[in-house]
């Protein structure tokens, strides 16, 4: 088994060391003291425990020893202990030998206690509480000799409860679901129940916020209770109080506070614990963020509204004070008075030695007390006297100087009853200090006369201050008292100012004044005995302001670090007092300070760790010091105690009268009452924070705090823990006395050893009470509990050691950094300037230092954190899940692996080489410090070399970690959970060690290799390859490699780091980066060389090496340092798995230096084999930029290209496509001018159709071109809107110019079609005004006629002859005028001009954009290639689009997008063969969705086409003499896009051919007449046509430019249509239907009205044919010629049904019959352009269909229209 004490391997063998030295063993299960069997019984079914059961006689007879007797045969190995050994209580008062702890047995384990004066609570596993001790609030108690028996607090039966807590008479529990109950005494309300006095059970305390409605319960962590108080932390971290006294916390006079209430002061603030003593309270509280600390805080007091700061400016110096202090601070009565603590005397006098303590050999209320003497150099280091006599401030020297030989302050020993202490003779003591005292006393007398003071001391000095002189008086500060205040406010205060403003060197003008932290030259030292001698007035008057300070002008207010920015404190509106001659001063240039205390903590930690920036806050009564502030006045409201706030105190604790922090650097600080030495300490002043004295080594880790004794539970030289006691001795036979009866009580002057502490077992914690003492054991069974006590406890010693390294050796190097160090030495008092730091280190070593100084920081942050996390899970949970270091493990690791890096930095450059003088200088040539920090024990070795010994010392803490996590393993089954995370984190840590180890080595090969380089080989500017990062792997100085084809003289040198391979020659030296690396071996079959292929992106050579292990050797390390370089195994990980050799394709950065078109462009992207391949970015020097795909190294796929433009000082923008470096396909390009081009692209040039923006609408000259470019001009057909001009061009174009034939529509209506030249109207043409005027003739220039031609007025007269003179400014006409006869019909039709002859065939026009599509399809020309081939260039197309979609997450597709993109891809006629109906229609679907889909070449054609149909006929061209041409472009459209379809669907028949009828079934016929839109077809089949297969996809599409064009057409044939509609509608449906000839037979006699029918009367209008008219209405919502004429049969169908109903018999039309009928319904419709839908029909519909039924029916709607035009009424 494992052995308690030494971790042994023993087999059923005890091991015990009892204080006489004696060895005892055991082998057997028997008593070693009694030899009797003591067999207790089987736990578990795992083992057998064997326990001691001896009397307590026989063992103290035997001396007791240090081992409990506890035997344990293991059968099966587990991680867990049995029940019975975790949480085993302990208990005792006092501290001598003669103490024996009782354990108190309890079935379940304890895990957590709690005590009052004469009571305790428990909470044991389960979430049980019991009770033991006095209970005078139960209604029956049992009296008893002795503690009582543990009593279980049924009254919380069926309650978990989480945490538990005792004040001096009461008690309180936590349930789980945050509800509180408390118990016992209640007369001030400390339970927080009205109307009781006492309440005897535990009772539920309501917490509620009374800000929400209705009032919200608060949910509380934990409890912490006084005498007459009791506080809550609540989930919010906020701070509830009730019950009495201004250690609530609580604005307010009127007591008790029955309900719990919001401690306001604290709210916002983020509060960790909470503790209480009998009348004060503590709060731990995490620091204010950066953001929240650096906000400036107000000038003002903001209850009495004066000054917080005041400062003045001297000759050369400035003196500031915030000695404001607030009386709201002091519990005042209402008379104005300070009020006392009941029953207690008024506060002991001000002490007038430094060093006196206020404890004394029998009480703390004795009559004579006895001053302990300070040694005289320690005493002026530590506190000085003004000239005027007031006593200065106390340094943060005090604090950090305690616990060590500088703090040579000795306490009184002695009196009655102490002579039972084990500790040197009290009359020795005696005798020492009055020889120390008199020594002093003589040296502080002759040093005041001879500053002048000659103060005699007054028979009363000791009693100076009595109980006429209360706290509570408010002090007043003359304008000469502040002046005097120099020492006390300008060396605290500004030593704060230096920190806060780091800009301003108020340090170096504060120090030359006070060198040291408070000397003053010349001042008075102070006497021992008392304050200097003076008046009694004067010395009243002093003390009165020193008790108004606050904590910050007596307490400790010295900022250490650098970052003293972010700390709580900051001096509003410090910069515009300080007087221009110290701004002046400012300006001395410094090195730039580097915190050393990482503000916030490591931001990846987030909530994992605590938090180590913490503030401790204190409030209530402090007439013994206890709150820590410099004085004994009490606070009404939590204030900071600022000498705490940079200790990184994690635990605060609460005695009657005292108050404990304790920091994770095992230091415990104690302030307040010291009568029985509770404090650990002698040191005076009580008022402020000063640290316990304790043995080096000793690290505490809990603490507890009774009534006058102070419990602490620490590291001892092993891992168990060890406890010792500080405070008063109680006898045996006066523990029942009552507390308040000390007289005769011996006490500790420091903490001692308890000697049963070993007996306990593993301490997990202590807790002290009244005059009580607990302590929490656990029995290591399986070496589980042993493992983690020693993991946390080698944490601690740890973080110990850190900190000790940052404070002695890291902080000092940095504070050398100042430019000027003055000194005076000790034999000449001469100055002398010592080498600044950062000359000796130079600027890139210095950047690297503060470098490794933030890093060892955040090292040494997280160390401290996992510290108090460890030392967190020992005090609770005691188990492996809460282990952070397994859970997250790459917190610690990132840290390790950032440290090391920058140490290797450091060490690369020669820092450490070069800081060895400085800290010679610094050190002393003997460093003793050093070698003991860096565990060297070499002797005469190099300081560089101890420098970086100590730097990498934290390396081996990972090899601990790895040991400890090992250990723990063995506890737990190998198949378990916690095994296998505990063998994983061992790996991890283990394999980092490993890792760091390598690391090392290649950083001081390195720099060896530095160092000795100058002496290899001179090589220009080679020297410049010194950097931080980069590493050596191997060089070739040996000749070991060389250059193939070199000269014979040539001397060629090849060196590999770890980032790049350096080529270097005689003069000159090239940098191969490894990221852009490739090497080939090159076979060796052909030749005896044995050469590696070197491949980088811009050279390619050969290196050929002397032997083929070289060459192995030089392949292996270069593939692996690219390899690490590419992954960046340098920087993290352990570098294992490496592959064989790096991949050939990368992702890597590079700058060009050769390339011509790339030199001195950087490219960061994807490499192949030395290429750019794949996506990347290239970035030129001048400005530009692509980002897109590369292809063999040249810019391919689509690309992001911005080209600056110097003279704009804007940016040319191109995205699209590129193919071999140059755009091509597909783009847009912005230009700086303002242009925009969308279209396509060849050879960096516009070429293809495309469409260019010039300027904008509100330009000089805004303009759009539309159409065919061919390299880089406007070449073939095209569009020009002239937006300025108002004019619109559409014809051909050659070389940016109008050349052949055209058509000119302006704003003002007029109409040309004709020849042009060189940009001009030349040549033959015709022109029409808005009134019909038209010319048709020769032209010479635009709008200008110059020739023969025919001039034909409006009115049918017309010229012929010769016109010379511009258009619209007077022609002048050579010819003849005619005037047509009247009756002469034949020659004006002769004589009409026919639009369109002279313009650009449709089938001519946009010929690039359907070469464009036909490209896609992979055929050169239309019709010309392979069908298969052209379906496979759909799916690349479709699929490469969806990619690009995919990977713009802006651009992302939809699901069914996706889906029906992955239709598209496939050709859905699968066998060849005639197309069948099903096949049409699979066919006419998938046109449907592919030209609905703008990334199927289709569909990108599709909408290319309505863009520019939009383009021509929108706008301007919305000219109605343009409709043919807009007809005969949607016709012609329809042919070249169906013989694509064709192309596509080879079996699809041609134009006009038939599709035979599935079957002959005429039920079958009906549904496919039904569902098709081709709604008339021939009985044999379908006719296959372009209008019906494709017009219903892109007639909608271009429906209303055309229908546009239509209304303009018929504007006046439709106008006299409308009034007649209007003028008939007028008549009722009688009426009307008499009018228009229906046959009475056909008139309704009833018609349905809301469901019913109701019978038509004269008076009845639009009731008649109402469902017909509805009907006809629909064809002005429908697109396409066949649903408009399938619009027209439903109204002739619903014509006949309601003719047939009113009939009741069936009948055959007749065209008489059906036209009166139809005439009527067509004039109900009231469609408004009833002639542009006519025009619609008959330009577009089928051929197939004219002469059919729809034929016949549509004749019938014409007809209608003509007869509605001349329709006659009276």
Same mark, same amino acid.
């Given at each position: 088994m494992?052995?308690?004490?030494?971790m042994?391997?023993q087999?059923?063998?005890?091991?015990?060391?009892?204080?006489h030295?004696?060895l005892?063993v055991?082998?057997?299960?028997?008593?070693?003291f009694?030899?009797?069997?003591?067999?207790?019984g089987?736990?578990k079914?795992? #083992?057998?425990l064997y326990?001691?059961?001896?009397s307590?006689s026989?063992?103290?007879?035997?001396s007791?020893?240090l081992?409990?007797?506890?035997l344990l045969?293991?059968?099966?190995s587990?991680g867990?202990?049995?029940?019975?050994?975790?949480?085993?209580l302990?208990t005792w008062?006092?501290?001598?030998?003669?103490v024996?702890?009782?354990?108190?047995?309890l079935s379940?384990?304890?895990?957590?206690?709690?005590?009052?004066t004469?009571?305790?609570v428990? @909470?044991?596993?389960?979430?049980?509480?019991?009770?033991?001790?006095?209970?005078?609030?139960?209604?029956?108690q049992?009296?008893?000799v002795g503690p009582?028996?543990?009593?279980?607090?049924s009254?919380?039966?069926g309650q978990?409860?989480?945490?538990?807590?005792a004040?001096s008479?009461?008690?309180?529990?936590?349930?789980?679901?945050?509800?509180?109950?408390?118990?016992?005494?209640?007369?001030?309300?400390?339970?927080?129940l009205?109307?009781?006095?006492?309440?005897?059970?535990p009772?539920p305390?309501?917490?509620l916020?009374p800000?929400t409605s209705?009032?919200h319960t608060i949910r509380?962590?934990?409890?912490?209770?006084g005498e007459?108080h009791?506080?809550a932390?609540?989930a919010?971290h906020e701070?509830?109080?009730?019950?009495?006294g201004?250690q609530?916390?609580l604005?307010?006079?009127?007591?008790?506070?029955?309900k719990?209430q919001?401690?306001?002061?604290?709210a916002?603030?983020?509060?960790?614990?909470?503790?209480?003593?009998?009348?004060?309270?503590l709060?731990?509280?995490?620091?204010l963020?950066?953001q929240?600390?650096?906000?400036p805080?107000?000038?003002?007091?903001?209850?009495?509204?004066?000054?917080?700061y005041t400062?003045t400016?001297k000759?050369?110096?400035?003196?500031?004070?915030?000695?404001?202090?607030?009386?709201?601070g002091v519990e005042?009565?209402a008379?104005g008075?300070?009020?006392?603590e009941?029953?207690?005397?008024?506060?002991?006098?001000?002490q007038s030695?430094p060093?006196?303590p206020l404890?004394?050999?029998?009480?703390?209320s004795?009559p004579?007390?006895?001053?302990s003497i300070?040694?005289?150099?320690?005493?002026?280091?530590?506190?000085t006297?003004?000239?005027?006599?007031e006593?200065?401030t106390?340094t943060?020297?005090?604090?950090?100087?305690?616990g060590? &030989?500088?703090?040579r302050?000795v306490?009184?020993?002695?009196g009655a009853?102490?002579q039972?202490?084990?500790?040197p003779d009290?009359q020795?003591?005696?005798?020492?200090?009055?020889?120390?005292?008199?020594t002093?006393?003589?040296e502080?007398?002759?040093k005041?006369?001879i500053?002048?003071?000659s103060?005699?001391?007054?028979a &009363?000095s000791? &009693?100076?201050?009595?109980s006429?002189l209360?706290?509570?008086v408010m002090?007043v500060?003359t304008?000469?008292a @502040?002046?005097?205040?120099?020492?006390?406010?300008a060396?605290?205060v500004?030593?704060?100012?230096?920190?806060t403003?780091?800009?301003?060197s108020l340090k170096?003008r504060?120090?030359?004044?006070?060198?040291?932290v408070?000397g003053?030259?010349?001042a008075?030292?102070?006497?021992?005995?008392?304050f200097?001698v003076?008046?009694a007035?004067?010395?009243?008057?002093?003390e009165?302001?020193m008790?108004?300070?606050?904590? #910050?002008s007596?307490?400790?207010?010295r900022?250490?670090?650098?970052?003293?920015?972010s700390?709580?404190l900051?001096?509003?509106?410090l910069?515009?007092?300080?007087?221009?001659r110290?701004l002046?001063r400012?300006?001395?240039?410094?090195?730039?300070?580097?915190p050393?205390?990482p503000v916030g903590?490591l931001?990846e930690?987030?909530?994992?760790l605590?938090?180590?920036?913490?503030?401790?806050?204190s409030w209530?009564?402090?007439?013994?010091?206890?709150?820590g502030?410099?004085d004994n006045?009490p606070?009404?409201q939590?204030?900071?105690?600022?000498?705490?706030?940079?200790?990184?105190?994690?635990l605060?604790?609460?005695?009657?009268?005292h108050s404990?922090?304790l920091?994770?650097?095992?230091?415990?600080?104690?302030?307040?009452?010291?009568s029985?030495g509770?404090?650990?300490?002698?040191?005076?002043?009580t008022?402020?924070?000063?640290l316990a004295?304790?043995?080096?080594?000793?690290?505490v880790w809990?603490?507890?705090a009774g009534a006058q004794?102070?419990?602490?539970?620490a590291?001892?030289d092993c891992?168990?823990?060890?406890?010792?006691?500080s405070?008063q001795?109680?006898?045996?036979a006066a523990?029942?006395a009552?507390?308040?009866?000390?007289?005769?009580?011996?006490?500790?002057q420091?903490?001692?050893?308890?000697?049963?502490?070993m007996?306990l077992?593993?301490?997990?914690?202590?807790?002290?009470?009244?005059?009580?003492?607990v302590?929490?054991?656990?029995?290591?069974?399986?070496?589980?509990?042993?493992s983690?006590?020693?993991?946390?406890?080698?944490?601690?010693?740890?973080?110990?050691?850190?900190?000790s390294v940052k404070?002695?050796?890291?902080r000092?190097?940095?504070?050398?950094?100042e430019n000027y160090?003055s000194?005076y030495s000790s034999?000449?008092?001469r100055?002398?300037?010592r080498?600044s730091?950062?000359?000796?280190?130079?600027?890139?070593?210095?950047?690297?230092?503060?470098s490794?100084a933030?890093?060892?920081s955040?090292?040494?942050?997280?160390?401290g954190q996992?510290?108090?996390s @460890?030392?967190?899970n020992?005090?609770?949970?005691r188990?492996v899940?809460?282990?952070?270091?397994?859970?997250?493990a790459?917190?610690f690791?990132?840290?390790y692996?950032?440290?090391c890096?920058?140490?290797g930095n450091?060490?690369?450059?020669g820092?450490f080489?070069?800081l060895?003088k400085p800290?010679?200088?610094?050190f002393?040539?003997?460093?003793?410090?050093?070698?003991?920090l860096?565990?060297s024990?070499?002797?005469?070795?190099p300081l560089?070399d101890l420098?970086?010994?100590l730097?990498?010392?934290?390396?081996?803490?990972?090899?601990?970690?790895?040991?400890l996590l090992?250990?723990?393993?063995?506890?737990?089954?190998v198949?378990?959970?916690?095994?296998?995370k505990?063998?994983?984190g061992?790996?991890k840590?283990e394999?980092?060690?490993?890792?760091?180890?390598?690391?090392?080595?290649?950083a001081?090969?390195?720099y060896?290799f530095?160092?000795?380089?100058p002496?290899?080989?001179?090589?220009?500017?080679?020297?410049?390859?010194?950097?931080?990062?980069?590493r050596?792997?191997?060089?070739?100085?040996?000749?070991?490699l060389?250059l193939?084809?070199s000269?014979r003289?040539?001397?060629?040198?090849f060196i590999?780091f770890?980032d790049a391979l350096v080529?270097?020659?005689?003069?000159?030296?090239?940098?191969?980066?490894?990221?852009?690396l490739w090497?080939?071996p090159i076979?060796?079959?052909?030749? &005896?060389l044995y050469g590696?292929?070197v491949?980088?992106?811009?050279?390619?050579?050969?290196?050929l090496? #002397?032997?083929?292990m070289?060459?192995?050797k030089?392949?292996r390390?270069?593939?692996?340092?690219?390899?690490?370089?590419m992954?960046?195994?340098?920087?993290?990980?352990?570098?294992?798995?490496?592959?064989?050799?790096?991949?050939?394709s990368?992702?890597?950065c590079?700058t060009?230096?050769k390339d011509s078109?790339?030199k001195?462009?950087t490219y960061e992207?994807?490499?192949?084999a030395?290429k750019?391949?794949g996506r990347?970015t290239?970035?030129?020097?001048?400005?530009?930029?692509?980002?897109?795909?590369?292809?063999?190294g040249?810019?391919?796929?689509?690309g992001?290209y911005?080209?600056?433009?110097?003279?704009?000082?804007?940016?040319?923008?191109?995205?699209?496509?590129?193919?071999?470096?140059?755009?091509?396909?597909?783009?847009?390009?912005k230009y700086a001018?303002?242009e925009?081009y969308?279209?396509?692209?060849?050879?960096?040039?516009?070429?293809g159709h495309?469409?260019?923006r010039?300027g904008?609408?509100?330009?000089?000259?805004?303009?759009v071109?539309i159409?065919?470019?061919?390299?880089?001009?406007?070449?073939?057909?095209g569009v020009?809107d002239?937006i300025?001009?108002?004019e619109?061009?559409?014809?051909?174009?050659q070389?940016?110019?109008?050349q052949?034939t055209?058509?000119i529509?302006?704003?003002f209506?007029?109409?040309y079609?004709?020849?042009?030249?060189?940009n001009?109207?030349q040549?033959?043409?015709?022109?029409?005004?808005e009134?019909?005027?038209?010319y048709?003739?020769?032209?010479?220039?635009?709008w200008t006629l110059?020739?023969?031609?025919?001039?034909?007025?409006a009115?049918g007269?017309?010229f012929e002859?010769?016109?010379?003179?511009e258009w619209?400014s007077g022609l002048?006409?050579?010819?003849?005028?005619?005037?047509?006869?009247?009756?002469?019909?034949?020659?004006?039709k002769a004589?009409?001009?026919?639009?369109?002859?002279?313009?650009?065939?449709?089938?001519?026009k946009?010929r690039?954009?359907f070469?464009e599509?036909?490209m896609?399809l992979?055929c050169?020309a239309?019709?010309q290639?392979?069908?298969q081939?052209?379906?496979?260039?759909?799916a690349?197309?479709?699929?490469?689009?969806r990619?690009q979609?995919r990977?713009?997450p802006e651009m992302?597709?939809?699901?069914?997008?996706?889906?029906?993109?992955?239709?598209l891809?496939?050709?859905?006629q699968q066998?060849?063969?005639?197309?069948?109906?099903?096949?049409y229609?699979?066919i006419?679907?998938?046109l449907i969705k592919a030209?609905?889909?703008?990334?199927?070449?289709?569909g990108?054609l599709?909408?290319t086409?309505?863009?520019?149909?939009r383009?021509?006929?929108?706008?301007?061209?919305?000219n109605r003499?343009?409709?043919?041409?807009?007809v005969?472009?949607i016709m012609?459209?329809?042919?070249?896009?169906?013989?694509l379809?064709r192309?596509?669907?080879?079996d699809?028949?041609?134009e006009?051919?038939?599709?035979?009828?599935p079957s002959?079934?005429?039920?079958d016929k009906?549904d496919?007449?039904?569902?098709?839109t081709?709604l008339?077809?021939?009985?044999?089949?379908?006719v296959v046509?372009?209008?019906s297969?494709?017009l219903p996809?892109?007639?909608?599409l271009?429906?209303?430019?055309l229908?546009?064009?239509y209304?303009?057409?018929?504007?006046?044939e439709d106008?006299v249509?409308w009034?007649c509609?209007l003028?008939?509608?007028k008549?009722?449906d009688?009426?009307l239907?008499?009018f228009?000839?229906?046959?009475?037979?056909f008139?309704?006699v009833?018609?349905?009205?809301?469901?019913?029918?109701?019978?038509?009367v004269?008076?009845?209008?639009?009731?008649?044919?109402?469902s017909a008219?509805?009907?006809?209405?629909?064809i002005?919502?429908?697109f396409?010629p066949?649903?408009?004429l399938?619009?027209?049969?439903?109204t002739?169908?619903?014509?006949t049904?309601e003719?047939?109903?009113s009939?009741?018999d069936?009948?055959?039309?007749?065209?008489?019959?059906?036209f009166?009928v139809?005439l009527?319904?067509?004039?109900?419709?009231r469609?408004?352009?009833l002639?542009?839908e006519?025009?619609?029909?008959?330009d577009?519909?089928d051929p197939?269909v004219?002469?059919?039924?729809?034929?016949?029916m549509?004749?019938? @709607?014409?007809a209608c229209y003509?007869?509605i035009q001349?329709e006659?009424?009276?």
């Amino acid at each position: 088994m494992l052995c308690d004490h030494h971790m042994t391997i023993q087999n059923i063998l005890h091991v015990s060391l009892c204080p006489h030295k004696a060895l005892v063993v055991s082998l057997a299960s028997y008593c070693i003291f009694c030899s009797r069997a003591c067999l207790i019984g089987v736990v578990k079914k795992q #083992c057998l425990l064997y326990l001691c059961g001896c009397s307590e006689s026989l063992r103290n007879d035997l001396s007791m020893c240090l081992s409990v007797c506890l035997l344990l045969y293991v059968f099966s190995s587990s991680g867990e202990d049995s029940s019975g050994e975790r949480g085993s209580l302990h208990t005792w008062k006092g501290y001598s030998c003669s103490v024996t702890p009782e354990r108190v047995l309890l079935s379940r384990p304890v895990l957590q206690a709690a005590l009052g004066t004469r009571h305790g609570v428990l @909470l044991v596993e389960g979430g049980q509480v019991y009770s033991f001790g006095e209970f005078p609030w139960k209604q029956s108690q049992v009296s008893e000799v002795g503690p009582l028996k543990p009593v279980l607090e049924s009254a919380l039966s069926g309650q978990r409860v989480v945490a538990v807590a005792a004040g001096s008479f009461h008690s309180g529990a936590v349930t789980e679901d945050g509800g509180v109950h408390m118990w016992g005494e209640n007369s001030f309300g400390q339970c927080g129940l009205s109307s009781l006095t006492v309440v005897p059970n535990p009772t539920p305390v309501a917490v509620l916020d009374p800000d929400t409605s209705p009032p919200h319960t608060i949910r509380v962590l934990e409890l912490a209770c006084g005498e007459q108080h009791s506080l809550a932390l609540s989930a919010q971290h906020e701070v509830w109080a009730w019950g009495s006294g201004c250690q609530l916390g609580l604005v307010t006079t009127i007591f008790p506070i029955w309900k719990p209430q919001k401690v306001e002061h604290l709210a916002g603030r983020h509060v960790l614990q909470v503790a209480c003593g009998a009348f004060h309270s503590l709060a731990l509280v995490r620091c204010l963020p950066p953001q929240e600390a650096r906000r400036p805080l107000p000038d003002k007091c903001g209850q009495c509204n004066q000054l917080l700061y005041t400062m003045t400016d001297k000759e050369d110096h400035v003196i500031i004070s915030d000695s404001h202090y607030c009386p709201l601070g002091v519990e005042l009565l209402a008379d104005g008075e300070a009020r006392l603590e009941p029953g207690r005397s008024p506060p002991l006098r001000l002490q007038s030695s430094p060093s006196e303590p206020l404890s004394s050999h029998t009480s703390a209320s004795a009559p004579g007390l006895q001053p302990s003497i300070t040694d005289h150099t320690d005493y002026e280091r530590r506190r000085t006297v003004a000239q005027n006599g007031e006593v200065l401030t106390t340094t943060d020297s005090d604090i950090s100087a305690a616990g060590t &030989d500088s703090d040579r302050t000795v306490g009184g020993v002695g009196g009655a009853g102490s002579q039972s202490s084990p500790y040197p003779d009290d009359q020795a003591v005696k005798e020492y200090l009055k020889k120390l005292s008199d020594t002093s006393l003589v040296e502080e007398t002759a040093k005041t006369t001879i500053a002048g003071a000659s103060f005699q001391p007054p028979a &009363d000095s000791l &009693d100076l201050l009595t109980s006429d002189l209360l706290p509570g008086v408010m002090p007043v500060t003359t304008s000469s008292a @502040l002046n005097s205040l120099v020492s006390s406010c300008a060396s605290a205060v500004a030593e704060r100012v230096v920190s806060t403003c780091e800009a301003l060197s108020l340090k170096k003008r504060i120090n030359c004044y006070y060198p040291g932290v408070g000397g003053v030259a010349g001042a008075p030292g102070g006497v021992p005995g008392g304050f200097p001698v003076g008046p009694a007035e004067e010395r009243v008057r002093l003390e009165e302001s020193m008790q108004g300070k606050k904590s #910050c002008s007596t307490g400790d207010i010295r900022e250490e670090e650098a970052e003293g920015l972010s700390r709580r404190l900051s001096l509003p509106g410090l910069l515009s007092q300080v007087s221009p001659r110290l701004l002046r001063r400012a300006s001395r240039p410094r090195v730039q300070a580097v915190p050393l205390t990482p503000v916030g903590g490591l931001p990846e930690a987030g909530e994992l760790l605590p938090s180590l920036q913490t503030e401790v806050w204190s409030w209530g009564r402090g007439e013994e010091g206890q709150l820590g502030h410099g004085d004994n006045l009490p606070r009404l409201q939590p204030l900071c105690i600022k000498c705490l706030s940079s200790k990184e105190v994690v635990l605060v604790a609460a005695g009657a009268h005292h108050s404990l922090a304790l920091t994770t650097q095992s230091q415990v600080f104690s302030w307040g009452s010291n009568s029985s030495g509770q404090l650990g300490h002698m040191a005076c002043p009580t008022t402020i924070p000063r640290l316990a004295k304790l043995s080096e080594g000793i690290r505490v880790w809990d603490v507890g705090a009774g009534a006058q004794h102070t419990l602490l539970l620490a590291d001892g030289d092993c891992y168990q823990p060890i406890l010792y006691y500080s405070g008063q001795q109680v006898r045996e036979a006066a523990q029942d006395a009552p507390q308040d009866q000390t007289e005769g009580y011996s006490y500790t002057q420091q903490p001692v050893l308890l000697p049963f502490c070993m007996n306990l077992g593993y301490v997990s914690g202590v807790f002290a009470g009244g005059q009580s003492c607990v302590a929490l054991a656990d029995r290591n069974v399986t070496g589980f509990i042993a493992s983690l006590h020693e993991l946390a406890a080698a944490e601690r010693k740890f973080y110990c050691k850190l900190s000790s390294v940052k404070n002695h050796i890291l902080r000092p190097l940095l504070d050398l950094g100042e430019n000027y160090c003055s000194r005076y030495s000790s034999a000449g008092q001469r100055p002398w300037v010592r080498e600044s730091l950062g000359t000796a280190l130079g600027p890139a070593s210095t950047v690297l230092l503060q470098s490794l100084a933030r890093c060892y920081s955040r090292l040494c942050h997280l160390t401290g954190q996992h510290s108090a996390s @460890l030392t967190a899970n020992l005090r609770r949970r005691r188990d492996v899940k809460s282990l952070v270091m397994l859970e997250h493990a790459s917190i610690f690791l990132d840290t390790y692996n950032e440290y090391c890096c920058s140490v290797g930095n450091f060490l690369v450059m020669g820092g450490f080489q070069a800081l060895a003088k400085p800290s010679l200088e610094f050190f002393g040539k003997c460093p003793e410090l050093l070698q003991r920090l860096a565990e060297s024990s070499e002797e005469n070795i190099p300081l560089s070399d101890l420098l970086v010994a100590l730097f990498y010392l934290p390396m081996r803490h990972l090899h601990e970690y790895g040991r400890l996590l090992l250990k723990l393993g063995t506890c737990f089954e190998v198949n378990s959970v916690d095994y296998q995370k505990l063998q994983d984190g061992c790996s991890k840590f283990e394999a980092l060690a490993l890792h760091l180890k390598r690391r090392r080595k290649e950083a001081e090969y390195t720099y060896h290799f530095w160092k000795s380089f100058p002496g290899k080989m001179t090589v220009s500017g080679l020297d410049s390859l010194r950097k931080p990062p980069r590493r050596l792997i191997c060089e070739s100085s040996n000749k070991a490699l060389t250059l193939q084809n070199s000269g014979r003289f040539s001397v060629n040198w090849f060196i590999l780091f770890n980032d790049a391979l350096v080529h270097a020659q005689f003069s000159t030296h090239h940098v191969f980066p490894l990221a852009t690396l490739w090497v080939e071996p090159i076979p060796e079959e052909n030749t &005896d060389l044995y050469g590696l292929k070197v491949i980088s992106p811009e050279e390619t050579f050969t290196l050929l090496a #002397c032997s083929s292990m070289e060459k192995a050797k030089w392949l292996r390390s270069i593939n692996q340092a690219v390899d690490q370089a590419m992954s960046g195994a340098g920087q993290s990980g352990s570098g294992a798995g490496q592959r064989a050799e790096p991949p050939i394709s990368r992702t890597a950065c590079y700058t060009f230096y050769k390339d011509s078109r790339l030199k001195e462009a950087t490219y960061e992207g994807r490499w192949l084999a030395g290429k750019p391949n794949g996506r990347g970015t290239v970035k030129w020097l001048d400005g530009r930029i692509y980002t897109g795909t590369f292809k063999n190294g040249l810019e391919d796929g689509f690309g992001d290209y911005v080209m600056p433009s110097k003279t704009l000082n804007l940016n040319d923008h191109y995205q699209g496509h590129w193919k071999e470096g140059k755009m091509h396909g597909i783009g847009t390009y912005k230009y700086a001018t303002g242009e925009l081009y969308e279209g396509s692209f060849q050879d960096n040039m516009r070429h293809g159709h495309g469409m260019l923006r010039s300027g904008t609408l509100n330009s000089s000259s805004p303009s759009v071109f539309i159409g065919q470019w061919v390299h880089d001009k406007k070449t073939g057909y095209g569009v020009f809107d002239d937006i300025t001009r108002g004019e619109k061009y559409m014809g051909m174009w050659q070389d940016d110019q109008r050349q052949g034939t055209g058509i000119i529509v302006t704003q003002f209506g007029l109409y040309y079609e004709g020849a042009f030249n060189n940009n001009k109207m030349q040549g033959t043409g015709v022109l029409l005004s808005e009134d019909n005027t038209t010319y048709e003739g020769e032209f010479s220039e635009d709008w200008t006629l110059n020739g023969k031609g025919v001039l034909t007025m409006a009115n049918g007269d017309y010229f012929e002859g010769t016109f010379t003179g511009e258009w619209g400014s007077g022609l002048k006409v050579t010819g003849s005028f005619f005037k047509p006869n009247l009756y002469d019909s034949d020659g004006d039709k002769a004589r009409a001009v026919k639009l369109g002859r002279l313009a650009v065939r449709p089938e001519e026009k946009w010929r690039a954009v359907f070469e464009e599509c036909w490209m896609r399809l992979g055929c050169e020309a239309p019709g010309q290639g392979e069908n298969q081939r052209a379906w496979e260039n759909i799916a690349v197309a479709l699929t490469t689009s969806r990619r690009q979609h995919r990977d713009c997450p802006e651009m992302n597709l939809s699901q069914s997008h996706n889906r029906t993109l992955e239709s598209l891809e496939f050709n859905p006629q699968q066998h060849v063969g005639p197309v069948t109906m099903e096949k049409y229609d699979r066919i006419r679907h998938y046109l449907i969705k592919a030209c609905d889909t703008p990334l199927h070449p289709l569909g990108r054609l599709m909408e290319t086409l309505v863009a520019v149909y939009r383009m021509t006929y929108v706008g301007v061209g919305a000219n109605r003499r343009l409709l043919l041409q807009a007809v005969n472009e949607i016709m012609s459209y329809l042919a070249r896009i169906f013989q694509l379809v064709r192309f596509l669907f080879p079996d699809l028949p041609e134009e006009g051919g038939v599709i035979p009828e599935p079957s002959s079934d005429p039920q079958d016929k009906k549904d496919s007449n039904c569902a098709d839109t081709q709604l008339e077809s021939p009985k044999p089949g379908r006719v296959v046509s372009s209008s019906s297969l494709l017009l219903p996809v892109l007639l909608p599409l271009l429906y209303p430019p055309l229908f546009t064009l239509y209304a303009l057409e018929k504007e006046r044939e439709d106008d006299v249509y409308w009034e007649c509609v209007l003028r008939l509608n007028k008549q009722p449906d009688m009426a009307l239907l008499a009018f228009l000839g229906v046959q009475h037979k056909f008139w309704p006699v009833s018609v349905p009205v809301l469901g019913e029918r109701t019978e038509v009367v004269s008076s009845t209008k639009d009731a008649c044919f109402a469902s017909a008219t509805e009907t006809l209405q629909q064809i002005s919502t429908t697109f396409t010629p066949s649903d408009k004429l399938q619009v027209i049969q439903l109204t002739f169908e619903e014509i006949t049904k309601e003719v047939v109903s009113s009939l009741e018999d069936s009948f055959l039309w007749s065209m008489d019959d059906l036209f009166p009928v139809f005439l009527y319904v067509v004039l109900r419709a009231r469609i408004r352009n009833l002639g542009s839908e006519v025009s619609l029909i008959e330009d577009l519909m089928d051929p197939c269909v004219q002469h059919g039924e729809h034929g016949i029916m549509f004749t019938t @709607l014409k007809a209608c229209y003509y007869q509605i035009q001349h329709e006659k009424t009276t």
